[in-house]
């Protein structure tokens, strides 16, 4: 039996440990909530002139007009519509990746956010009886190719290609690969430096369309798609430079061999990789497995399918195989690149 004196003596640890944990997670569900409501329901699409809550109401077919203002007023809260006066309006932020109008509209990565989320709420079945199955072209398909193309584009490619130009000189290259280069983005902005570069993107048979989309988009009629898998066809040879950005031909050391053998002598491997310290950690160690598929180890790291090879015993087989290492270089909190010569 509790006794009144019990009050006068708070446990350890703390209550507000838990609470501070419980508070921060249902806040980032609310925002989270709050966007994808607003998104799919198409207040972004409506907000690009200035409207009331009534005249929002009106165009999204009817609404509780207390509960819109409320609503709306909390995405302005959020920065995501601007309110003045009695008026909202998309804030910048939304205009450039919330409206379908935008070059840089975030339809499909917010398509696989949300698909991800989907995949939470299964915890309480996935922890009895194991990750939800599938082929891997389920999980990571078409769709999901252009929601990496919309994040890629709104600035990682200009970044990477940045770094990339500080160290080396692609003026100097004729024959460029894109190794898994799917929606083929560097390939293209390669090309854009360099005039009289040819850009090969290689890649499965059901993504190379993807690159082509994206090659007519941006007119890029020096860039070629190279349907294969890697680990069963000839990825050609004649580079000048080997490129490849987050795929398992960064960070598999069976793929070293038939990479150096495509360059040229003097050639470069350049490499974005994720950093070993971005595949640690429990919650992504879960979230990545909470999906299995065909190769795919359960228990295995992020953005792997199984065993990961760490940065030093990789770099090893870089040299052992004839490649001269020239640097690494931080990109982002989770990725870097590395540059390496054939010698």
């Known amino acids: 039996m509790q006794k009144p004196q019990d009050l ?51 165009e999204l077919g009817g609404c509780h007009e207390a509960m819109l203002q409320l609503f709306l007023d909390a995405l302005a809260e959020v920065g995501l519509l601007t309110k003045t006066a009695d008026t909202y309006t998309n804030s910048s932020l939304s205009s450039t990746y919330l409206t379908c109008s935008s ?3 975030m339809e499909h990565a917010l398509q696989n956010m949300k ?20 082929a891997r072209s389920d999980f990571f398909n078409q769709d999901w190719l252009v929601g990496i193309a919309e994040n890629v584009r709104a600035g990682t490619v200009a970044n990477v290609l940045s770094i990339i130009t500080t160290h080396l000189n692609p003026q100097n290259w004729k024959r460029l690969l894109d190794l898994g280069g799917g929606h ?7 090309t854009a430096l360099n005039p009289k570069l040819e850009a090969y993107v290689f890649d499965l048979p059901q993504m190379v369309p993807i690159a082509e989309r994206y090659i007519k988009e941006y007119n890029a009629d020096r860039v070629y798609t190279v349907p294969g898998d890697f680990y069963k066809d000839s ?15 960064c960070g598999d050391p069976v793929l070293i061999k038939i990479m150096v053998d495509a360059l040229v002598p003097g050639g470069y491997l350049v490499l974005r990789r994720f950093k070993d310290s971005s595949r640690e950690g429990a919650l992504k160690t879960l979230d990545w497995n909470l999906l299995g ?12 399918s199984g065993d990961v090879v760490d940065q030093k015993a990789y770099f090893m ?27």
Do not use: C, M
């Not at 698909?115 to 599938?134: C, F, H, M, V």
């Not at 004649?238 to 987050?246: E, L, R, T």
């Not at 598929?293 to 792997?304: C, D, I, L, P």
């Open 8 to 58: 006068l003596t708070p446990p350890n640890p703390p209550f507000q440990e838990l609470s501070s944990l419980l508070e921060k997670s249902a806040e980032g569900l609310k925002k989270y909530r709050l966007i994808l409501t607003a998104w799919g329901v198409g207040v972004f699409e409506h907000a690009v002139t200035p409207k009331t809550a009534k005249q929002l109401s009106e």
């Open 103 to 105: 070059p840089y509209y």
């Open 115 to 134: 698909t991800n989320i989907e995949r939470w709420a299964q915890l309480p079945s996935i922890i009895k009886t194991g990750p939800i199955k599938g």
């Open 184 to 190: 083929g983005l560097y390939a293209i902005a390669f």
């Open 235 to 249: 990825i050609g040879e004649g580079y000048d430079v080997v490129f490849s950005s987050f795929n398992q031909s």
């Open 293 to 304: 598929f065909e190769g795919k180890k359960v228990g295995s790291k992020a953005h792997s």
């Open 317 to 343: 087989q870089l040299e052992t195989a004839g490649l001269t290492l020239l640097g690494t270089f931080s990109v982002d909190a989770i990725s870097e690149i590395t540059f390496a010569q054939k010698t």
